[in-house]
């Protein structure tokens, strides 16, 4: 009994599995969000001067806003702003009990505001 001599590899069922793949691979990329926010960047020397005067806003573990320590809504940022110098210095304070939803909203308004000078400021541990 003679063996039948093998004259190739049968790639067809390979190339089914590969463009099963792609397939899925392409599906999942569809669900990927890009959109961003864009952060400044964070450094020590990057620090405002102590001797100007910055506004603040200050998140509470609540999801209240407060400008300057005093009570505010969110639709309230902007008619507060509309006079200030864009390049003024803002702090943002928040500590961990802090939400981060009405942080991401108070970045993006002041962004859309086009004020170019923020800082985080935030608790340490000790």
């Known amino acids: 009994m003679r063996l039948k001599k ?4 049968n790639i067809i069922p390979f190339i089914d599995i590969m463009l099963v793949l792609l397939v899925i691979v392409l599906m999942e990329a569809t669900f990927v969000r890009t959109d961003a926010l864009t952060l400044p960047q964070s450094s020590a020397d990057n620090a405002a001067p102590s001797g100007t005067a910055a506004l603040s806003f200050s998140i509470t573990k609540d999801g209240q806003l407060l ?3 005093q ?3 969110f639709d309230e940022v902007a008619s507060k702003l509309a006079t200030i110098d864009k390049n003024a210095p803002i702090h943002i304070l928040g500590d961990s009990q ?4 009405e942080f991401v909203t108070l970045l993006g308004m002041l ?5 170019s000078n923020l800082s985080i400021i935030t608790e340490t541990k000790q």
Do not use: C, K, P
């Open 111 to 115: 962004q859309n505001l086009q004020m």
């Open 98 to 101: 802090s939400r981060l939803q």
């Open 71 to 73: 009570a505010i809504g």
């Open 67 to 69: 400008f300057e320590g």
């Open 6 to 9: 093998i004259e190739g590899i």
